[in-house]
């Protein structure tokens, strides 16, 4: 496992909506169709370094359990959390209403948390649009609501998951980049007005 963490990753979400799943596919390349469903207790935690535009940025991904007797837990990882993927089954409504309510706490409580809305569980939807229960339209019009990115993924196919996380980081890292120039800028214009001369300064008249 990579040493020190660049970025915190959070997943968040109702239970059986597909979070261990993704992270397993992300991390391990796996999806075991056959594994019965095990509920995550408290959370688990994963990394995984990537590169982008040559440099190296490690994930620290944390799966939190979507059972409600779990929320007051998952509370506690998503603390100073850089990016949070709130997760949703396509296939299930009520999932989507409780991805809402964890935008709702994120916004309240992690405000530079950047969001990432994703409708999880693709491939039984793909071919069979009576599965689908939640728009793409109206998921894509919640997420622009909270200025969030939407994507759909497959933990079973593997589609779209590196495509989710390597925009995680790329944004990470366009944002942190952003920061350092901003500050370069500044301290370039504190230098700036350091070196003006003193306006007004009276001429000698010795
Ligand atoms: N067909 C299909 N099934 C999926 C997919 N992702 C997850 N599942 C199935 O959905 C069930 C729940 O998946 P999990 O990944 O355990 O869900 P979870 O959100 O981690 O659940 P909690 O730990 O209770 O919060 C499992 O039986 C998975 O095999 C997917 O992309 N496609």
Redesign the pocket.
């Known amino acids: 496992m990579a040493g020190k963490v660049d970025l915190k990753v959070v997943l968040l ?10 992270v ?1 596919r992300y991390i391990h390349g796996k ?3 056959q ?1 019965p ?4 207790i408290g959370a688990a935690f994963g990394a995984k370094k990537v590169t982008v535009n040559g440099e190296s940025v490690t994930l620290g991904i944390w ?5 409600e007797r779990y929320e007051s837990m998952s509370r506690i990882y998503y603390r100073g959390a850089k990016s949070a993927i709130v ?1 949703f ?1 396509l296939t299930d409504p009520s999932s989507f209403e409780r991805a809402k309510f964890w935008v709702n706490e994120l916004k309240q409580t992690e405000e530079d948390c950047v969001i990432y809305l994703c409708g ?5 939807v793909e071919d069979n649009k009576k599965a689908r229960k939640v728009d793409a339209s109206s998921a894509k019009e919640y997420a622009d609501e909270i200025s969030a990115k939407y994507v759909e ?5 593997g589609y779209n998951i590196d495509y989710l996380f390597m925009m995680i980081a790329e944004d990470f890292v366009n944002v942190t980049r952003n920061k350092v120039q901003a500050n370069k800028d500044e301290d370039s214009s504190v230098a700036l007005r350091l070196e003006q001369p003193p306006m007004n300064r009276e001429k000698c008249k010795c």
């Open positions: 979400g109702k239970e059986y909506g597909g979070k261990t799943s993704l397993e999806f075991n169709a594994a469903y095990q509920s995550t799966d939190t359990a979507g059972s997760c089954d999880t569980k693709y491939d039984l993924t497959s933990a079973k196919t």
